[in-house]
């Protein structure tokens, strides 16, 4: 595509990064595939970038911004890192800008943030929802619903513009993605199966979607409405099962940055035994997959770092049980979070 060519649904609809890269190239004299390893390791750096930003009006301390940024960092380099020629890191990057520009008030930005991601990849069209939630709770009832569906309408209009959309011999959107699907089920159950979901795990900073689920869910159960960040964080899972089109270990990304928000005032985050855990379970779970590195390292540095990556999981694990269990001893056990909205919809930092 970035060379002038077609592709086959749903590839073409992936409009907005080949765009870019192909703009790149005319600019710099890049050939079209240097132009994509340029552009992929700055959208991994403006995502966290963006990440910081968000953190640091939540007035995150400097340590848990850190370990956040260290964990989830890592996991970006590792996925990107041996096929820098995707559009899921301009897909993260735009997911993080949206959450920035909701976090400042500025929903139609927001919104037009959303439209581009989904012309990014199919499976942006899902923050239109999450701005939606975004926009109700903040009084725009009307134009929440409405809104909520310019993505997909954006989405709708490209599939019907592109060349690609009526050529033949391709397979259609839902062939695609149970075919996917269906190899993602067939390395799960492999005799790496195990294996491959705990590299998953990671990918997708697993201690901090748990953290925002387990506080979502507990509110939930004590009848307590969630905030605007834990709406948003809801209606992410809710739509989650059209991120399964993919490798689950790049589409499940999109979710993180609702995830930091969602717990950016949760109690373990400021704990400091548990940014240690988070950071170095992020790095070590990184430097242990030899698969994606050009380089040969030795065997006992990918075993050593393969052991540490473990007791770091099970460090965080018994970290979050106890808490839990704090929890569900009553009231005063535990610091409690801090409204982050105001009636009127404001952030208050």
């Given at each position: 595509m970035a060379r002038g060519h077609t592709?086959?649904?749903p590839f073409s609809t992936r409009i907005l990064k080949p765009l870019v890269a192909s703009s790149m190239a005319a600019l710099t004299g890049l050939s079209p595939e240097q132009a994509?390893?340029?552009l992929t390791p700055l959208e991994i750096l403006a995502s966290l970038l963006a990440l910081l930003a968000v953190l640091r009006r939540r007035r995150v301390s400097w340590q848990g911004q850190a370990a956040l940024l260290l964990a989830f960092g890592s996991a970006l380099a590792v996925n990107f890192g041996h096929a820098p020629i995707l559009v899921c890191s301009l897909l993260l990057l735009l997911?993080?800008?949206?959450?920035?520009?909701l976090d400042r008030g500025q929903l139609a930005l927001g919104l037009a943030v959303a439209c581009l991601a989904a012309l990014t990849k199919e499976y942006g069209?899902?923050?239109?929802?999450?701005?939606?939630?975004?926009?109700?709770?903040?009084g725009r009832r009307l134009s929440a619903?409405?809104?909520a569906l310019v993505p997909l309408l954006t989405l709708g209009i490209a599939t019907h513009l592109s060349p690609a959309a009526v050529s033949s011999g391709s397979r259609g959107w839902w062939e695609l993605f149970k075919g996917s699907a269906f190899y993602e089920l067939q390395l799960l159950g492999s005799r790496y199966g195990s294996k491959i979901a705990y590299l998953w795990l990671w990918s997708v900073l697993w201690p901090v979607l748990l953290l925002a689920a387990v506080s979502l869910v507990g509110g939930l159960r004590k009848r307590t409405m969630p905030d605007t960040d834990g709406l948003a964080f809801a209606m992410m899972?809710?739509?989650?099962?059209?991120?399964?089109?993919?490798?689950w270990d790049r589409s499940l990304l999109i979710l993180v940055p609702f995830a930091c928000i969602a717990v950016s005032f949760h109690p373990l985050i400021e704990e400091p035994k548990f940014q240690?855990?988070?950071a170095i379970g992020g790095i070590t779970t990184a430097l242990a997959r030899p698969l994606y590195t050009v380089l040969h390292v030795p065997r006992y540095f990918t075993l050593g770092m393969i052991a540490v990556s473990i007791v770091a999981t099970a460090g965080i694990t018994a970290q979050m049980a106890?808490?839990?269990?704090?929890?569900?001893?009553?009231?005063?056990?535990?610091?409690a979070g801090n409204s982050l909205w105001t009636s009127t919809g404001q952030p208050i930092h």
């Amino acid at each position: 595509m970035a060379r002038g060519h077609t592709a086959v649904p749903p590839f073409s609809t992936r409009i907005l990064k080949p765009l870019v890269a192909s703009s790149m190239a005319a600019l710099t004299g890049l050939s079209p595939e240097q132009a994509f390893r340029a552009l992929t390791p700055l959208e991994i750096l403006a995502s966290l970038l963006a990440l910081l930003a968000v953190l640091r009006r939540r007035r995150v301390s400097w340590q848990g911004q850190a370990a956040l940024l260290l964990a989830f960092g890592s996991a970006l380099a590792v996925n990107f890192g041996h096929a820098p020629i995707l559009v899921c890191s301009l897909l993260l990057l735009l997911a993080s800008l949206m959450v920035l520009a909701l976090d400042r008030g500025q929903l139609a930005l927001g919104l037009a943030v959303a439209c581009l991601a989904a012309l990014t990849k199919e499976y942006g069209v899902i923050l239109g929802f999450a701005w939606g939630v975004c926009a109700y709770s903040r009084g725009r009832r009307l134009s929440a619903f409405g809104g909520a569906l310019v993505p997909l309408l954006t989405l709708g209009i490209a599939t019907h513009l592109s060349p690609a959309a009526v050529s033949s011999g391709s397979r259609g959107w839902w062939e695609l993605f149970k075919g996917s699907a269906f190899y993602e089920l067939q390395l799960l159950g492999s005799r790496y199966g195990s294996k491959i979901a705990y590299l998953w795990l990671w990918s997708v900073l697993w201690p901090v979607l748990l953290l925002a689920a387990v506080s979502l869910v507990g509110g939930l159960r004590k009848r307590t409405m969630p905030d605007t960040d834990g709406l948003a964080f809801a209606m992410m899972l809710v739509a989650s099962p059209v991120l399964l089109s993919g490798d689950w270990d790049r589409s499940l990304l999109i979710l993180v940055p609702f995830a930091c928000i969602a717990v950016s005032f949760h109690p373990l985050i400021e704990e400091p035994k548990f940014q240690a855990l988070l950071a170095i379970g992020g790095i070590t779970t990184a430097l242990a997959r030899p698969l994606y590195t050009v380089l040969h390292v030795p065997r006992y540095f990918t075993l050593g770092m393969i052991a540490v990556s473990i007791v770091a999981t099970a460090g965080i694990t018994a970290q979050m049980a106890r808490h839990q269990l704090r929890a569900a001893r009553g009231p005063g056990t535990v610091k409690a979070g801090n409204s982050l909205w105001t009636s009127t919809g404001q952030p208050i930092h």
